[in-house]
């Protein structure tokens, strides 16, 4: 049986950004400052990804003179899917929790009657 | 999509006219440590003056490998630190020596500091940030392999040679352990390592897991006989030497600990450097197409 880990924020972090960009390709110190995280974090997170198959990743095709070309890396179709289903599971996770505590789950209808 | 080619750096390294003398300087740093330590041993003999020639014989015979080891490293990474600014030379030193898959995201690291023109000081904080990750990724299982391998052979050694001799000989045992096979063993494995991966850091990879498994394997074994000797003969397990006092079972296994760490590792240090770059050279004097310096 193997053991499914929860990611780490870190983790969720990238993988949420690169999911905000949908298809297109995003850079490795353009996360790092997005995320504002240090690229000893990104980078390991994105080689695990990657290896795992829910980020692609490419090297960029039209260089400007000068300097090499960069990688590129955006989420994969198991990748979104995987997003997905965290997504899914943080928002049964909270309704539960919501339920449990007797309260309606934040956003629903009952919170935004009892504001009004 | 993939693209292949590694960004090589066209730009000088920090090899200058300056490298052979900071190379002789850290030579003579080392060789400065064994005089320090010649010395301090001579004095703790209780001798009533030290000749300074004893000492320097003594920094020679010792240091020797350390002198030339720190040599070599200043050469090797001045060959390898290639790049145009420090966080440059940082990111070229910590990601050289890889090959194929292990070096793309090497690649990748380097070619996304070469498009950072913010600030010295945020390309520095990238390649810091980097330079772990790059270090200890790609290392594979067969320096693991190699580690474990040599604790097993090591720890096998000292009880074999303890027991052969204490119910032999009875003279003590583990400087034939401690003084020799390791620094034969951690050439060898730096050696090939660095020949069959052709590069520098292949070598020191794996030499560098010997040493950690032969330092395992040697103490495993030596802590616990040298308690046995203590009991059994009275005397230390390194020499065979009797104590002015009588010896307890935690004091033998105490003086094996002490004997492994000091009489061991500190002459086990400059031989992965040593095999490795040895490897690394003669693979590059075989090999005729042209290769990335340093590596």
Redesign the interface.
């Known amino acids: 049986m193997t053991r499914v880990r929860r990611p780490s924020p870190q983790t969720v972090a990238v993988l949420d950004a690169l999911a905000a960009k949908a298809s297109d390709w995003s850079h490795g110190y353009d996360l790092c400052r997005a995320l504002g995280l240090k690229a000893g974090t990104v980078y390991p997170i994105l080689i695990r990804l990657a290896e795992r198959g829910y980020v692609e990743t490419a090297w960029e095709q039209e260089v400007p003179q000068g300097r090499p070309p960069r990688h590129l890396y955006r989420l994969s179709a198991a990748g979104a899917e995987q997003v997905r289903e965290r997504r899914r599971a943080e928002a049964q996770r909270t309704s539960r929790r919501s339920r449990v505590a007797g309260r309606p789950a934040p956003g629903s209808g009952a919170v935004a009657g009892a504001q009004a | ?3 292949d ?1 590694t ?1 090589a750096p066209a730009l000088p390294g920090p090899v200058t006219r300056w490298t052979p003398w900071v190379a002789a300087a850290a030579a003579l740093v080392a060789l400065g440590a064994w005089a320090l330590v010649t010395r301090a041993g001579l004095a703790a003999d209780d001798d009533p003056g030290i000749p300074p020639v004893e000492v320097l014989v003594g920094a020679l015979f010792f240091g020797w490998p350390h002198a030339l080891a720190a040599a070599t490293a200043v050469v090797a990474t001045a060959h390898t630190a290639v790049g145009a600014d420090a966080p440059a030379r940082l990111l070229a030193l910590v990601t050289s020596g890889r090959r194929g898959r292990r070096d ?2 090497s ?6 500091l ?3 023109t913010a600030s010295p000081r945020e390309r520095l ?9 790059a270090l200890r ?1 790609g290392w594979g299982r067969s320096p693991w392999i190699v580690a474990v391998a040599c604790a097993t052979v090591f720890a096998a050694l000292t009880v074999a040679t303890s027991r052969a001799s204490l119910y032999g000989s009875g003279t003590g045992s583990l400087w034939a352990v401690i003084y020799g096979p390791p620094q034969i063993t951690l050439l060898l494995v730096g050696l090939v390592a660095a020949w069959n991966g052709r590069s520098m850091r292949t070598g020191l990879e794996h030499a560098g897991a010997a040493l950690a498994g032969i330092l395992l394997g040697v103490l495993a074994a030596a802590i616990p006989e040298g308690a046995l000797w203590a009991r059994e003969a009275g005397v230390f397990l390194l020499d065979g030497d009797a104590p002015s006092t009588p010896l307890t079972a935690a004091g033998g296994a105490l003086d094996a600990l002490k004997a492994a760490l000091t009489w061991g590792l500190p002459h086990w240090l400059p031989w992965p450097v040593l095999g490795a770059a040895a490897g690394a050279r003669l693979r590059r004097r075989a090999t005729p197409v042209p290769h990335p310096a340093g590596q």
């Not at chain 2, 690649?107 to 996304?112: G, L, S, T, Y």
């Not at chain 2, 904080?125 to 990750?133: I, L, Q, S």
Request: with cysteine.
């Open positions: 999509m993939s693209h080619a960004p793309e995201w690649a990748a690291m380097r070619a996304e070469a498009s950072i904080r990238f390649a810091a940030g980097c330079a772990p990750t990724r």
